[in-house]
């Protein structure tokens, strides 16, 4: 089973500020990893598919990077609405993993 | 618009079984490969099984195989999660989702909660 790990597992931050949270795979997936935002009391929403590609109605300020076991979520110019816990997912290989979670608040 | 609407999470007593099923609209159900993933309450995300547009492929997270069965009816756009032999640690939201990679939409999510 390849594990994701996430750091930091919380954050606290001010608008405007930038968010960079990574998830690690425990062996090499490709670019198939893809990161969920999931608001209390909601369901995960798609926000990059493929560790790079942007979802269509996702705003800009999201961005995803990296490749192989290294993987980087971004957030430019955190807004209030996105307080949230963030998930990472691997589909490369059965079982598909998550990341354990990243709870981004707003201070 | 995409929805899927879970139904059919309740309370059961150890060693129970419940039926979970998804309502799918907005797409077409036929083509698209189909998930189940669950939620204990405060926790992370876990794969709970997937299956294949046509039902040829199913695959099961080892915590619930041989106990579980997903299935789907194209003709009635519905996705199905049997649950037998269900104990404390299957507790959770269970939520629908659509897509092989990624996971790209999901329902609100059915709680199940399994106690004595």
């Known amino acids: 089973e390849i594990v994701l790990t996430q750091s930091p597992d919380f954050q606290s931050v001010t608008p405007k500020e930038k968010v960079t949270i990574t998830c690690r795979a425990s062996q090499s997936i490709g670019s198939s990893l893809h990161w969920y935002q999931q608001k209390p009391d909601q369901s995960p929403k798609l926000l990059i598919k493929?560790?790079?590609q942007s979802i269509s109605g996702v705003p800009s300020r999201f961005s995803g990077s990296g490749s192989g076991t290294d993987f980087t979520l971004t957030i430019n110019s955190l807004e209030a609405e996105d307080a949230a816990t963030y998930y990472c997912?691997?589909?490369?290989?059965?079982?598909?993993?998550f990341g354990q979670g990243t709870k981004v608040e707003i201070k | 618009e995409v929805q899927l609407v879970e139904s059919g999470g309740g309370l059961v007593k150890p060693g129970g079984s419940l039926r979970l099923s998804c309502a799918a609209s907005?797409?077409?159900?036929?083509?698209?490969?189909m998930n189940w993933v669950r939620q204990a309450p405060g926790k992370g995300l876990e794969w709970v099984s997937s299956i294949s547009s046509s039902s040829s492929y199913i695959y099961y997270a080892d915590s619930v195989k041989g106990r579980f069965t997903i299935s789907r009816d194209n003709a009635k756009n519905s996705l199905y999660l049997q649950m037998n032999s269900l104990r404390a640690e299957d507790t959770a939201v269970y939520y629908c989702?659509?897509?092989?990679?990624?996971?790209?939409?999901w329902g609100q999510g059915t709680l199940v909660t399994v106690s004595s």
């Open positions: 997912h691997q589909s490369s290989s059965l079982p598909q993993t």
């Open positions: 493929y560790a790079s």
């Open positions: 907005g797409f077409t159900f036929s083509s698209y490969s």
């Open positions: 989702a659509r897509g092989e990679q990624p996971l790209d939409y």
